[in-house]
């Protein structure tokens, strides 16, 4: 069965400070990654995707994620945070059908 | 661009009473899912239907159903509502062979 942890519910940080949040999934097949943002009352966005090829991939507003496959895990990372970071994260694979498995997701807060 | 629109925003239903939620894709998106995400937790995969057609099923009871238009816009109905029907409902809208959805704002129900 497909299934995705977070490790992290709840982060507080400062901003310009570095964040990582962890992520650990489990399906039987190829997988792509995904890392979705919800920002205070708004929809879910699209962060970053991991299909195929290159293991650290890009995303918007300067968030990164490794793809490490003998660990089964995808951390998000930023350097340097900023309180308009502030907002819920979550982890999620995509196996059959465009069927997506999210995690239980990561409320950030950012100090100013 | 329209994104993803889902309507009611809000509604409060009675415990037994039905419910239907709908959602609209993004113009030429053929692919339509619904989730739910309850408070604290990451949305669960509930359907996913293609060309009206059910492509998927996620672990929820018969009470809920679905269906998809010729247009692609699409239903959500849930029977017999239980309390721990609350949660935010989402929509997602994708393109055949493309792997990233695009998620709507979601319906927020409350059961009392």
């Known amino acids: 069965a497909q299934s995705v942890s977070q490790h992290n519910h709840h982060v507080i940080l400062s901003e310009a400070a570095s964040l990582e949040l962890g992520c650990n999934y489990s399906?039987?097949?190829?997988?792509?990654l995904f890392w979705y943002v919800q920002y205070p009352g708004q929809h879910l966005q699209l962060l970053l995707k991991y299909f195929s090829g290159d293991p650290l991939v890009k995303g918007i507003k300067g968030f990164e994620a490794e793809f490490i496959k003998s660990k089964f895990s995808f951390n998000l990372r930023k350097p340097s945070v900023q309180w308009s970071d502030t907002a819920e994260y979550f982890c999620a694979v995509n196996g059959h059908g465009n069927q997506f498995y999210f995690g239980t997701g990561t409320s950030l807060t950012v100090i100013p | 661009d329209a994104g993803v629109t889902q309507s009611p925003t809000h509604l409060i239903k009675t415990r037994g009473q039905h419910v239907t939620l709908r959602c609209s894709p993004i113009s030429g998106h053929k692919s339509v899912s619904w989730y739910q995400q309850v408070l604290g937790q990451g949305p669960q995969f509930i359907f996913q239907y293609y060309e009206k057609e059910e492509r998927g099923r996620g672990n929820f009871p018969d009470r809920f159903s679905a269906r998809q238009f010729p247009n692609y816009s699409s239903e959500l109905n849930v029977n017999a509502l239980l309390l721990g029907d609350s949660a935010l409902y989402l929509c997602a809208s994708s393109l055949e062979g493309d792997t990233e959805a695009f998620f709507g704002q979601g319906t927020r129900l409350t059961v009392v």
């Open positions: 399906y039987g097949g190829t997988v792509n």
